[in-house]
């Protein structure tokens, strides 16, 4: 992303470090999901990264080892690569946990119309018929092949084949997600129930559309069974068929009823904010706070007091806490909260744009921050917003420690003045003495430059006035014959 100012999500990316928010992270856990399109796999593979706090990364295609061995020890991701001799090898050496996703091969193809006619809504069944048996374009799943719809199913069944996979029935996560999730927990790696029970919550359907307003249609209800009222007489006959027949046994479905449950058991209610939307400061609370309170350890979450409290040790005292992790140098007091953190955390976007937190790339993520975080998506409270641009607004116009010269009619070097100085190559060209001879010559270009970014309010206006005093200051203490 070229822009230093995201406003928008970039969907179906990876982070390049473990968003550790206060869950305990298990070290050397890799998991990959290789299967079929629209099998339920993103689902899973949002599930086990909330379960784990697993960053979500990305092979490239064509599949690349040394990229793919570039990955480290913590990730998990999905892709519709098929059991090719490079990957195969890899995986044998890398061992990761391997998972394949497979679905009722008729909710698969209404889904995957869906997404290869941009959502349309209804069906056109002579198109849905016509995936059956010719070519079409993929639309954005990789590799970005042109495939018949037998050769999707095929990306299931052929790593099912090699006995590298565990199979996830996409109708057992779904009913029975809980039992599921556990099971695969005890052969990954142990995990608490009331931290699964909070991940199924994170992964809620409606939480995750309202995360992501832009791509909401993205998010489908993904229900069991739709095949049966939704596929034509004549796609179930093509459907009876070979090689489809056969596909089918294979992977454990049928076109009579089977026995799966349409309905999901269940669960304990893990987001208090069902009940409570919003805190007693009267603060509304975002989509992004419901899930940075689900991604936390629920040892944690349970000491706080009730979760709309505001005082001294509560929820929203914590998201409002400058972040664990601070700046370096002259960015050591450029304010970051909790909440700011977690956001960048679990925005791709937002790391590729501001690669580095401790130094210039933290002033200007904090600016985005507090530029864009009420607007939509975010929605965020001004509660959540105004103290972070208070404490920005005092350490950009505090003086530079290292500015030496602290007379009164020297003006003054502030810490944004700084920050522009370092990051404008120019500047250090034209004005190389900047803390005594080029000093004023350097200020009032940045007083009365129009081609200044970023800029910071009342930035301008504080310097000139600045050096107004200090013109003035000079002019008396000359005036009096004195130096």
């Known amino acids: 992303m070229g822009?230093?100012?995201?406003?928008?999500?970039?969907?179906?990316?990876?982070?390049?470090?473990?968003?550790?928010?206060?869950?305990?992270?298990?070290?050397?856990?890799?998991?990959?999901?290789?299967?079929?399109?629209k099998t339920g796999n993103t689902w899973l593979l949002n599930l086990l990264a909330a379960m784990y706090d697993l960053p979500k990364l990305g092979l490239v295609c064509p599949f690349d080892r040394k990229q793919a061995v570039s990955l480290g020890d913590r990730w998990i991701l999905f892709h519709h690569f098929m059991p090719d001799p490079p990957i195969v090898e890899w995986i044998e050496e890398t061992q990761p946990f391997v998972l394949t996703t497979v679905r009722h091969p008729g909710d698969v193809l209404i889904s995957l119309y869906h997404h290869i006619h941009n959502f349309a809504g209804s069906i056109d069944q002579r198109k849905l018929k016509a995936m059956l048996d010719s070519p079409y374009e993929r639309h954005g799943i990789y590799p970005p092949a042109t495939h018949t719809f037998r050769d999707e199913l095929e990306c299931s069944l052929a790593w099912k084949r090699t006995g590298m996979t565990r199979t996830v029935r996409y109708e057992h996560l779904r009913s029975h997600t809980l039992q599921t999730l556990t099971s695969l927990a005890n052969w990954i790696h142990p995990v608490e129930q009331a931290r699964i029970e909070q991940a199924i919550e994170r992964c809620d359907i409606d939480l995750m559309r309202k995360l992501d307003e832009e791509h909401r249609r993205f998010f489908r209800s993904g229900e069991v069974g739709q095949w049966k009222s939704g596929l034509a007489p004549e796609v179930l006959d093509f459907l009876a068929a070979e090689p489809y027949r056969s596909q089918l046994t294979e992977l454990g479905y049928s076109l009579v009823d089977q026995e799966f449950p349409s309905t999901p058991e269940p669960l304990p209610a893990r987001n208090p904010f069902r009940r409570s939307p919003v805190f007693a400061n009267g603060a509304i609370v975002a989509p992004i706070i419901e899930a940075c309170y689900l991604s936390l350890d629920p040892a944690t979450n349970a000491l706080w007091p009730p979760v709309a409290d505001v005082g001294r040790g509560s929820f929203f005292a914590w998201l409002t806490e400058p972040s664990e992790l601070g700046g370096q140098g002259l960015y050591f007091g450029v304010p970051l909260t909790r909440l700011a953190h977690y956001l960048y955390r679990n925005r791709p976007d937002l790391e590729r744009a501001f690669p580095d937190l401790t130094g210039p790339d933290r002033l200007r993520y904090a600016q985005w921050f507090v530029q864009y975080a009420a607007e939509t998506p975010l929605k965020l409270h001004s509660r959540f917003v105004t103290p972070l641009v208070d404490d920005l607004s005092r350490w950009a116009h505090s003086r530079f420690a290292g500015d030496r010269m602290r007379r009164p009619w020297w003006p003054k070097l502030t810490n944004f003045t700084m920050h522009v100085y370092r990051t404008v190559p120019k500047l250090q060209l034209d004005y190389p003495d900047y803390l005594v001879k080029d000093r004023w010559n350097l200020l009032h270009?940045?007083?009365?430059?129009?081609?200044l970014e970023p800029d910071m309010p009342g930035f301008k206006d504080g310097i000139r006035a600045d050096l107004e005093r200090c013109a003035k200051l000079r002019s008396a203490i000359a005036s009096l014959g004195l130096s």
């Open 3 to 37: 822009d230093s100012r995201p406003k928008d999500r970039i969907p179906g990316d990876g982070t390049k470090a473990s968003r550790s928010t206060g869950a305990q992270s298990s070290p050397q856990i890799r998991i990959l999901i290789l299967s079929t399109p």
């Open 445 to 451: 270009w940045l007083a009365y430059s129009h081609n």
